[in-house]
């Protein structure tokens, strides 16, 4: 049984219906770690897709950056409960990322610089629902929020937008990742509130 | 935030005393990264949210992770080849 | 909550009643956890600052009280609560006691103790505990901290510096010295743990404590002065620089 302490308001938070369940209001970005932040030199970053046969297709920066950019707006939800309305982003779309990428595979696993990996089904990442992002409000993504560059799904918990983003790796089935092996849902729909397994 | 602190496996100390009848932040993990051997007190640890992130501070592999669901806690341990736990010397026979 | 004190303008010590104690070692921790009307909750660690009176020592085993030192962190959810709004007679949720690393078990072996900022809170609980049982252990506490209106227990540590042999304590200014302090106010480093710490032979078992980036210096400096890795212990509190 736990002790209410009537004074105690906790960090300032609004809840909004037009919130997912659970969710409150941050104005400020909070950072969530998971091991020391990694620093890449922008001329050893790179980004790899893996198909289910082990072929990759890698960009270099120059190269990721040559590729058609798109300016994003959209409202982040954290599993730790806060959600970010209205984020600005740049990126590239993944679906600019698989334009000649032959798969069968239906899932993919995202990986990190740092050994972050979190698994996304492919259909959540194409038609528009995700990209690999380099700037964010206007600024070149800082490294302790995800840069160079970071992977952002916005309409699944934020831990699917893997920071640090090196690489996708497709799956024939779906594999569970980093936080997805130690308890935490394997899809992660704010609006349904998945941020366990079971849930 | 303290969501992204980075501290000692000292702080694991509470958490992990609700599982374990003896204090385990005195055991010591043999990392199965490096070999190294380190008290988990003595672990990096990173969190608490979305869980606890122990990791070797020798090669910064992960050797211990804890996690909460509703009326669970997740500890995955496979980061360390062996956990050896401080006891209380045994009964002379 | 028992009965409070302010340290300091921006720190409070919480006196707490805490039914069915079961003692404790200096240098364990407790874990705070405060929940709002609404269920939401937010837990924190604190080290415990007093010493546990030993069965049979002087004090006897009745014990006492449990004492926290709450720095107020700026925008701080949970220092800020415990500081400004909980009231005595208010209860509060704790576990613990936890932690059986952090803490001295009054070896005879030298000890320096190296606290930034409120991390000289479970040093603090070692001090008094070594002065319960009259130890005679070399102690050395180098204690940073930003000004001299910022020192924790500043009485209690002088008196104990007169009273219990074998302490001393150094103090290093990161903001603004008293006048007349021979050192410019700047971070621990170097020549200040060569000058006031021990020699490495003289291997004295070492306590760090303190925010993130003053327990990684602090420790690295001891290391590269050649002290045994294995002899320090750190606990490091969070915040960034
Ligand atoms: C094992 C252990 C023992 C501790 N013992 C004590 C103790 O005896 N006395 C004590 O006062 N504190 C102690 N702490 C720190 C304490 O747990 C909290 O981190 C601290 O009170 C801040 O919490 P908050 O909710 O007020 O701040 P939050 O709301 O969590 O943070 C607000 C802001 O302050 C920054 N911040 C967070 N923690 C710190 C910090 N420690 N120093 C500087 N900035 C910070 C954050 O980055 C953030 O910007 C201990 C921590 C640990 C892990
Ligand atoms: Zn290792």
Redesign the interface.
């Given at each position: 049984m736990?002790?209410?302490?009537?004074?105690?308001?906790?960090?300032r938070?609004s809840s909004r219906p037009d919130l997912p369940p659970g969710q409150y209001l941050t104005e400020d970005f909070p950072v969530l770690s998971a091991g020391p932040t990694p620093r890449i030199p922008l001329d050893r970053w790179s980004f790899t897709i893996t198909d289910e046969a082990g072929k990759k297709t890698s960009w270099n920066w120059d190269e990721f950056n040559a590729l058609p950019q798109e300016d994003f707006t959209v409202d982040i939800h954290c599993v730790t409960k806060w959600s970010k309305l209205g984020t600005t982003w740049r990126g590239v779309a993944i679906d600019t990322l698989f334009e000649n990428i032959e798969s069968a595979a239906d899932f993919t696993m995202v990986h990190g610089y740092g050994g972050y990996t979190t698994n996304v089904p492919l259909e959540d990442l194409v038609d528009g629902k995700a990209w690999v992002a380099h700037t964010f409000d206007g600024e070149p993504l800082h490294p302790e929020h995800g840069g160079p560059a970071r992977l952002v799904v916005p309409h699944l918990y934020f831990w699917k937008s893997a920071k640090w983003v090196n690489g996708i790796e497709m799956l024939p089935q779906d594999e569970p990742g980093f936080w997805e092996e130690a308890g935490y849902n394997m899809y992660g729909d704010p609006w349904r509130e998945q941020r366990y397994q079971g849930d | 935030m303290?969501a992204?602190?980075?501290?000692?496996?000292?702080?694991m100390?509470?958490d992990l005393?609700?599982i374990f009848a003896v204090?385990v932040?005195?055991a010591v993990a043999t990392c199965a990264g490096c070999g190294h051997p380190t008290?988990?007190?003595?672990l990096t640890l990173w969190g608490?949210a979305m869980g606890s992130v122990a990791r070797c501070p020798h090669c910064e592999d992960v050797i211990l992770r804890l996690t909460r669901t509703p009326g669970q806690a997740w500890l995955d341990l496979r980061g360390a080849v062996t956990l050896r736990i401080p006891m209380p010397p045994d009964d002379p026979q | 909550m028992a009965e409070s004190r302010w340290e300091t303008p921006s720190a409070r010590t919480l006196v707490l009643d805490v039914p069915d104690w079961p003692g404790h070692l200096p240098g364990q921790?407790?874990?705070v956890?405060?929940?709002?009307?609404d269920g939401?909750?937010?837990?924190?660690?604190y080290s415990i600052a007093s010493a546990w009176p030993k069965s049979g020592s002087e004090g006897g085993s009745e014990g006492g009280n449990v004492e926290l030192t709450v720095q107020r962190v700026e925008d701080g959810?949970v220092s800020s609560?415990l500081d400004d709004?909980?009231e005595v007679g208010?209860?509060?949720?704790l576990?613990?006691p936890?932690?059986?690393?952090?803490v001295w078990r009054d070896e005879p072996a030298p000890v320096l103790l190296l606290g930034g900022g409120s991390g000289v809170v479970p040093l603090m609980s070692m001090i008094r505990a070594r002065g319960d049982v009259r130890g005679k252990q070399p102690f050395r506490l180098i204690y940073s901290v930003r000004t001299p209106q910022d020192v924790l227990y500043a009485d209690e540590l002088k008196r104990r510096v007169r009273d219990d042999p074998g302490l001393d304590v150094h103090f290093v200014y990161t903001r603004e010295a008293p006048e007349g302090w021979p050192e410019k106010p700047g971070r621990i480093n170097v020549p200040t743990l060569n000058t006031h710490g021990w020699p490495p032979d003289f291997a004295p078992d070492v306590f760090i404590c303190g925010p993130?980036p003053f327990?990684e210096t602090a420790a690295d400096i001891l290391v590269a002065l050649g002290h045994d890795p294995k002899k320090i212990?750190?606990?490091?509190?969070?915040?960034?620089p």
């Open positions: 736990s002790i209410i302490n009537a004074g105690f308001g906790g960090r938070r | 303290s992204a602190n980075e501290l000692d496996g000292n702080a100390a509470g005393g609700e204090d932040t005195q008290a988990l007190a003595a608490p | 921790h407790v874990d956890r405060l929940t709002a009307p939401y909750s937010a837990q924190r660690s959810e609560y709004i909980l208010q209860p509060i949720e576990r613990g936890v932690g059986g690393w952090f993130t327990v212990r750190t606990e490091r509190f969070g915040g960034t």
